[in-house]
């Protein structure tokens, strides 16, 4: 059963920037792409970024340029640098495998961009 913990949020102004980590354990980590998920407040949880188990990634249009996915198998840790962050970021962000979710949510990270 693998377990994802998210961490890295918090309280930033617009303009700033934030390095999300995810850490997983279990051992098909490194075998699956992984995805950074956002929640906003009455809204649907979206996928913001992914990154296949070789390193491919991609970028939902609306972080596209600003956000950087990566990955670190040997630590079973996938990571979302945050840049130029707008008051529309503000969300609980998640990971998870994508596309498919295979995994069971983790608590989730707060963040809050303010303007």
């Known amino acids: 059963q693998v377990q994802l913990v998210e961490s890295g949020g918090g309280l930033v102004q617009a303009g700033g920037s934030l390095m999300l980590s995810c850490a997983a354990s279990?051992?098909?980590?490194?075998?699956?792409?992984m995805g950074w998920y956002r929640q906003a407040p009455g809204k649907q949880r979206e996928m913001v970024a992914r990154i296949t188990s070789g390193g491919i990634t991609d970028y939902a249009d609306s972080v596209k340029g600003r956000f950087t996915i990566s990955r670190d198998n040997a630590k079973n840790t996938v990571y979302l640098q945050m840049n130029s962050l707008k008051p529309e970021d503000t969300a609980v962000y998640y990971c998870n495998s994508a596309p498919n979710t295979y995994y069971g949510w983790g608590q989730g990270t707060q963040v809050t961009v303010s303007s």
């Open positions: 279990g051992s098909t980590f490194s075998t699956r792409a």
